[in-house]
């Protein structure tokens, strides 16, 4: 089991707008640390979506936003493309473990 | 050309041990932390350990101490991941990740090696 709990999957179609939690402890999240998120394309490295709970890197379409409010974190994608098809990964810092922290991956389908 | 390239694939027997390599270019190689992130076959990603290249400092996961060592060569940029006594369930992608600092603990991965497969099979 993964420290932060994400969906297995999240489904929508071109145009609409999804969401994907991530739920985490009094001893990550909850406790203050960043929540990053990264998407990773079929065969492919992650590549940072989203830095410090709601930053863009330069180059990531303001489609894709980030949320964060007491022990749970978001990633919001809106205007869906069949490109954003791919998994999804949140990340944090667990100051009980000290050790960093992934989600267990949302996998996004474009029907 | 800022960028992480990895050794490539490897197959290894049960009990062997094994070495990957990341090689940095592009940027100050001591300047930054390098974390190996591991991600076993349609599964997520599994964090392993940081290495501080600059002092040669390590971090490593609970889960794999012991197992685990990370090294570094400045003189070639090149930062190493030597695990031992593989075993087929260690069958997986292995990344090296560069770290971007945003705060005290709170860091994330901006640039990532192409990762090596490593397959475990007697």
């Known amino acids: 089991q993964s420290v932060l709990t994400q969906p297995p999957s999240v489904s929508g179609a071109p145009g609409q707008r999804v969401a994907i939690s991530c739920t985490g402890s009094?001893?990550?999240?909850?406790?203050?640390?960043?929540v990053h998120w990264y998407q990773q394309l079929p065969g492919t490295a992650p590549k940072v979506l989203i830095f410090?709970?709601?930053n863009r890197p330069s180059g990531v379409p303001d489609r894709f936003s980030g949320s964060k409010s007491g022990t749970s974190a978001s990633l919001a994608i809106t205007g869906l493309q069949p490109e954003d098809e791919a998994d999804y990964y949140c990340?944090?810092?667990?100051?009980?473990?000290?050790?960093?922290?992934f989600g267990g991956g949302t996998k996004l389908t474009v029907l | 050309q800022v960028q992480l390239v990895q050794s490539g694939a490897e197959v290894k027997k049960p009990g062997a041990s094994l070495k990957v390599s990341c090689k940095a270019s592009g940027y100050t190689f001591t300047g930054h932390y390098i974390h190996w992130v591991r991600q076993a076959p349609g599964q997520g990603l599994e964090w392993l350990g940081w290495l501080n290249p600059n002092t040669g400092g390590t971090h490593y996961a609970q889960t794999f101490q012991g197992w685990v060592t990370m090294t570094r060569d400045t003189s070639i940029s090149t930062a190493y991941m030597d695990v031992g006594r593989l075993r087929s369930d260690d069958t997986a992608i292995y990344f090296c990740?560069?770290?971007?600092?945003?705060?005290?603990?709170?860091?994330?991965?901006?640039?990532w090696g192409q990762g090596t497969l490593v397959t475990v099979s007697s």
């Open positions: 009094s001893s990550n999240i909850g406790a203050g640390s960043d």
């Open positions: 990340q944090s810092y667990d100051n009980s473990l000290s050790e960093r922290v």
């Open positions: 410090g709970n709601n």
């Open positions: 990740a560069r770290e971007f600092r945003v705060g005290v603990y709170d860091v994330f991965f901006d640039l």
